[in-house]
C-alpha cells in the first residue's frame, strides 16, 4: 500500500495530557456554559422555594389571624360557656359539651375550622370536637406551653384525612393548628384553644404562585444570558483567534510551519510513552540538507530559507497523516514515524531524499541544487524487553550517530542505526 494513504491504527489514550492542551478557549466556553447552566437552576431552584416559603409564612400568618380574632370573639360572645366567672380558669367539669358543639359549630363552620380542642392551665383537654379525647393531658407540646405563657403559636401540617364540624370527611388536605391563649375578664391566662383550620384551598393558589414566579425568574434568566452571549460573543471569538495564533506559535516552526523541535519531541515522548505501556514499534529519521551553510554562501540566506521552506514542504508530502515531521535545527528535521519498522522508516527516507534530489528550486531566477541524507533508528518493544524502559535521548543518539555516517559515506543517502551498529 502507499505509504501517504496508510491509516495508522487507532492508539490507546494517552495519560499524558498537558493542561494547556486540555483547556482551551471552546472547552473554556463550554466550561462557563455549564456554570452559568448550573448557577441559573441553582437561582431557579432557591427562587422556587423563596416563593414556597413566603406563600406558606404568608397562609400561616393569615389562618393564625383569623384562629385568634375567631377564639377571642368566640370567649367574648360565649363567655359563660368558657369560664364560670370573672377570675375563673377553664374547667373540665364546667363544660357543657352539648351547648359547646352548638356554639363551636355555628361560629367556626363557615370559617373552613375543622377542629378544636380547649384546654385547662393543667393541660387537660376539656372540650374537643372529637370526644375520644376529653379529659386527656398533653403534657410535652411545646406550642400549647408558649400559648399557656401568651404566645400565639401556629404550624401547618398535610392530614391524610379529617373530619370537619360538619362531619364530613376530607383527605389529603393543609391544615394549620393555631394554639392561641384564653383570657378571662380579669386579664388572666384561663386556658388556651388549638383550632385547626383547613387551608387547602390555598394549595392551588401557592402552586400557581411558585410556578408563575418561576417562569418569571426564567425569563428573566434566559434574557440576562442572551444579552450576555450577545456582549461576549465577539471577544470569545476574538479569544479564540488568539488562542490558536498563540497555539501555532507555540507548537509550530515559523518558517515552514511544520512542528517545531519542542512539539516534535513531546510527540516523541508520547510515542515512547504508548511504547513503554503498550508495546509495538516505531522508528526515527534524522534529515539533515548537504552542505546547507555553502546555499547560504552562494545564493544568500533568504534564498536559504526558500530551501528549508520547499524541503519541509517535500518531508510533510511523503508522510501518513499519523506521522510526525518537525523542524530539530536550522536545516536539520526529526521524523517520528508510529507503527513503523526500520525498513519502512528507510522506504520513506529515500523516497524523501529522492523527492528532495528532484526538487526544482528556484530563487531569484536560479535554480538552487539540493540534497539530504537522513540516519535512522527503530524502536521495537516485544514482550521480552516490557520490562525496559525506552529511553528517547539514547535514540536520538543513535539517529544522530546513522546520520553522522551518512554524511561520511559522501551525503545524499540513508543510513540504518544498525548498519552503522555491524559495521562497528
Not at 512539539?263 to 505501556?277: H, M, P, T, V
Not at 528549508?308 to 526529526?334: N, P, S, T
Not at 507503527?339 to 527516507?349: G, L, R
Not at 534530489?357 to 527503530?378: H, R
Request: glycine fraction near 4%.
Amino acid at each position: 500500500m502507499f505509504w501517504p494513504h496508510h491509516k495508522i491504527p487507532h492508539l490507546p489514550p494517552l495519560l499524558t495530557q498537558k493542561w494547556d492542551e486540555i483547556y482551551t478557549p471552546s472547552q473554556l466556553i463550554r466550561s462557563m456554559f455549564i456554570l452559568l447552566c448550573i448557577l441559573g437552576s441553582a437561582i431557579l431552584i432557591f427562587s422556587a422555594l423563596t416563593i414556597y416559603w413566603v406563600s406558606k409564612a404568608y397562609i400561616l400568618d393569615r389562618a393564625e389571624a383569623e384562629a385568634i380574632s375567631i377564639s377571642q370573639s368566640f370567649t367574648n360572645n360565649h363567655y359563660e360557656l368558657v369560664l364560670a366567672s370573672e377570675n375563673a380558669n377553664i374547667d373540665i367539669s364546667n363544660m357543657a359539651e352539648d351547648k359547646l358543639d352548638t356554639a363551636f359549630r355555628q361560629t367556626l363552620a363557615p370559617f373552613h375550622m375543622i377542629k378544636v380542642k380547649v384546654f385547662t392551665p393543667d393541660r387537660t383537654i376539656a372540650y374537643s370536637t372529637d370526644k375520644s379525647i376529653i379529659g386527656t393531658t398533653n403534657i410535652g407540646n411545646d406550642s400549647l406551653e408558649k400559648a399557656l405563657l401568651g404566645e400565639d403559636v401556629s404550624k401547618m401540617y398535610t392530614k391524610n384525612s379529617e373530619m370537619d364540624l360538619r362531619f364530613e370527611q376530607h383527605f389529603d388536605i393543609d391544615v394549620v393548628a393555631t394554639y392561641t391563649p384564653v383570657f378571662n375578664q380579669a386579664g388572666q391566662i384561663a386556658g388556651a384553644f388549638e383550632i385547626y383550620q383547613d387551608v387547602t384551598r390555598f394549595r392551588d393558589d401557592m402552586n400557581t404562585a411558585i410556578l408563575t414566579g418561576t417562569l418569571i425568574v426564567l425569563t428573566n434568566l434566559l434574557i440576562i444570558f442572551f444579552i450576555a452571549y450577545r456582549f461576549m460573543r465577539l471577544p470569545l471569538s476574538a479569544l479564540k483567534v488568539a488562542h490558536k495564533k498563540l497555539q501555532r506559535m507555540a507548537t509550530k516552526d515559523s518558517l515552514t510551519q511544520i512542528d517545531n523541535r519542542s512539539q516534535a519531541l513531546s510527540f516523541f515522548d508520547k510515542e515512547i510513552y504508548r511504547l513503554n505501556q503498550f508495546g509495538g514499534k516505531l522508528s526515527i529519521i534524522l534529515m539533515d540538507l548537504d552542505k546547507f551553510k555553502l546555499i547560504n554562501d552562494t545564493y544568500g540566506h533568504p534564498a536559504g530559507d526558500e530551501v528549508i521552506k520547499q524541503c519541509a514542504k517535500a518531508i510533510r508530502a511523503c508522510l501518513r497523516q499519523g506521522d510526525c515531521v518537525g523542524r530539530y535545527g536550522g536545516e536539520e528535521f526529526i521524523i517520528i514515524l508510529p507503527h513503523a519498522n526500520e525498513q519502512q522508516a528507510f522506504n520513506v527516507a529515500e523516497r524523501i531524499r529522492n523527492v528532495i534530489k528532484n526538487l526544482k528550486i528556484v530563487y531569484d531566477g536560479k535554480t538552487i541544487p539540493v540534497s539530504i541524507s537522513a540516519g535512522i533508528t527503530e524502536v521495537l518493544s516485544t514482550e521480552e524487553n516490557t520490562d525496559e524502559v525506552i529511553n528517547t535521548d539514547d535514540l536520538i543518539k543513535e539517529a544522530d550517530q546513522a546520520l553522522y555516517d551518512a554524511k561520511a559515506k559522501g551525503r545524499n543517502c540513508s543510513i540504518c542505526a544498525s548498519q552503522f551498529a555491524m559495521a562497528k
